[in-house]
């Protein structure tokens, strides 16, 4: 069985959509367990009557605001599948991501079978991650690397089929930082690769990531915005993983990094003390600065040499160089 597991908070024009698209999937043996995370709109009531009509496939959980990371966490514990996916309430499926996810994690014998996922504008609008048809099996190590490299692999836990037993650490420790609200996909992800031996990867786009203005990742900039994606990569060096010591140091100074830049397009007289902390974490960490891309080592650079005229001369680049097609 797969248990897909579904945190719902206030998704009442979209939660319709998501369990109709893992009702209609191929593969037959699935149970859905839907987490109302304290919903102050209809949602709980769109949900019961999914559960009275499906009472034999669709399991409901209500609780008070938890949090995504608590109710993905309370659906895997509920849940009785030998395999979990994830699936967002303002997101959908195709027809056979869980019948191609479960084959592929068969067929080569893995812990994790993931694939890709693409990003569906309101305008219409279809960016692929990355539809390369392309099929990789990675053993722990690899895994970690192009998880945190992110050129193939994404961080996303809804395009991914989990065999439940590499959930054992996130239920009974303290080792995911459940007030982490920013990134913390990421960190859940890290820490189910570290307990996997083998992950399967097909690239074919699956996932419909619906994109939302009012979504977490796409809202204004805040301190949770600021810190949390610096925190996640802090917590992944600590783990200190044999192997992995370049890789980790990488993904810390390119956040700093893009952290700080992402401050730079914000008025300069807001975030002044957020702006000197994540300028210190670079000076401090600026031994690993050369792990970075030609691109990226060349801004930390002059963060670094110029920081009075780096505001200023970001913004142009940012205006007039950098491309941003995904607004």
């Excluded at 792990?291 to 990226?296: A, D, E, I, R, T």
Aim: glycine content about 4%.
């Amino acid at each position: 069985m797969i248990s897909v597991v579904v945190p719902a908070y206030n998704v009442e024009e979209t939660i319709q959509r998501t369990l109709d698209s893992i009702l209609a999937q191929t593969y037959s043996d699935i149970e859905i367990v839907v987490i109302d995370d304290g919903s102050t709109d209809k949602t709980g009531e769109v949900i019961d009557k999914y559960a009275k009509q499906h009472s034999d496939q669709v399991i409901i959980i209500h609780t008070l605001n938890q949090g995504v990371t608590n109710a993905r966490l309370t659906g895997v514990a509920r849940a009785s599948g030998e395999w979990i996916g994830f699936v967002d309430g303002d997101d959908e499926i195709e027809p056979d991501m869980y019948e191609l996810l479960f084959n592929n994690a068969v067929m080569y014998q893995a812990d994790i079978s993931h694939c890709g996922y693409q990003m569906v504008f309101s305008d219409g609008r279809i960016h692929y991650f990355h539809n390369t048809g392309c099929l990789v099996q990675q053993d722990r190590l690899t895994g970690l690397k192009d998880l945190l490299d992110g050129a193939l692999v994404e961080p996303g836990l809804c395009n991914k089929l989990f065999h439940k037993t590499l959930f054992y650490r996130l239920l009974h420790t303290d080792v995911m930082d459940r007030n982490i609200k920013i990134n913390e996909d990421l960190l859940m992800n890290y820490i189910l690769f570290l307990e996997a031996e083998k992950s399967v990867f097909q690239d074919v786009c699956k996932y419909h990531y619906l994109v939302r203005n009012s979504s977490a990742s796409r809202a204004t900039l805040n301190e949770q915005k600021i810190y949390d994606p610096i925190r996640v990569k802090q917590i992944i060096v600590d783990f200190n993983l044999n192997g992995m010591s370049e890789a980790a140091s990488r993904a810390y100074i390119g956040t700093c990094v893009n952290v700080y830049n992402s401050l730079m397009l914000e008025p300069a007289d807001q975030f002044i003390n957020e702006t000197e902390d994540v300028f210190a974490l670079i000076k401090d960490h600026k031994t690993w600065i050369d792990l970075l891309g030609k691109k990226q080592q060349r801004l930390a650079k002059m963060i670094l040499s110029c920081p009075k005229i780096y505001r200023p001369v970001y913004r142009l680049y940012a205006k007039y160089l950098q491309k941003n097609q995904y607004q």
